[in-house]
């Protein structure tokens, strides 16, 4: 069974940029769901990618942006990028149906935002 | 809105010690899942113990226990015979099939395991 991967580890990038994430999610799940971890604090939601389609989002703006592959591979985009952007970006691999909604995490982008 | 509290920033604990972490939740919902996960400094999000709601045993992983109490909105986690590989950050979350699996997270809690 081959884990959730993400890439790159570490980025940085200066202000206004864009910046593209990837993550392969784990064999057999179907659901990618992308957090960012501030220094400090818990992940927070951005949003999730189920059959390719955006499932749910959080209180983020538009000009962060997903897409999800056939192969349930994911990237997040994020636009024009501001110094608050700088943090660890987590994906999260899950099978939709399951019963009990359990979430397996990449091991993350560090992103810095100069 | 769903809100997850951790109110314990830092804890220590001596090895083969037991520690308990706090976490309280606010819902409206009925049906749902608490989940602790650990974050070791090498950063990957790993599962330490899941609650479905709908049950009322407490969860048991080994070392590992959690005090459930529905009524309270309460979720704590127990750990016994600490061992230095505890030390990590650990995070209670809430989710609910409601919520799309949007998972909610606390602000986490550092644990120390002094030897």
């Known amino acids: 069974e081959t884990g959730v991967t993400q890439s790159p580890t570490h980025l940085i990038k200066t202000r206004g940029q864009q910046v593209t994430l990837r993550c392969s999610s784990q064999?057999?799940?179907?659901?990618v769901s992308w957090y960012q971890q501030a220094l400090g604090q818990g992940p927070q939601f951005i949003f999730q990618?189920?059959?390719?389609?955006?499932?749910g989002r959080g209180n983020f703006p538009p000009r962060f942006s997903g897409l999800q592959f056939p192969n349930y591979s994911s990237e997040l985009n994020v636009n024009a990028l501001e110094l608050d952007d700088s943090a660890l970006y987590l994906c999260?691999?899950?099978?939709?149906?399951?019963?009990?909604?359990?979430?397996?995490f990449g091991p993350g982008t560090r992103l810095t935002v100069l | 809105a769903q809100t997850v509290t951790q109110s314990q920033p830092e804890m220590s604990v001596q090895e083969a010690e037991t520690v308990t972490l706090s976490c309280t939740y606010d819902?409206?919902?009925?049906?749902?899942?608490l989940f602790w996960y650990k974050q070791p400094p090498s950063r990957q999000m790993i599962l330490v113990i899941r609650?479905?709601?709908?049950?009322?045993q407490n969860a048991t992983e080994n070392r590992f226990s959690v005090n459930f109490q529905k009524a309270a909105k309460s979720f704590s986690l127990k750990i016994s015979d600490s061992q230095l590989g505890d030390a990590a950050m650990y995070f209670c979350?809430?989710?609910?099939?409601?919520?799309?699996?949007?998972?909610?997270f606390g602000t986490g809690t550092s644990l120390t395991v002094i030897p």
């Open positions: 999260a691999s899950s099978l939709i149906l399951a019963t009990y909604n359990e979430q397996f």
């Open positions: 064999s057999g799940h179907n659901t």
């Open positions: 990618y189920y059959r390719e389609e955006e499932n």
């Open positions: 819902t409206s919902e009925s049906d749902y899942y």
């Open positions: 979350a809430y989710g609910a099939s409601n919520t799309g699996n949007q998972f909610y």
């Open positions: 609650q479905e709601a709908y049950k009322q």
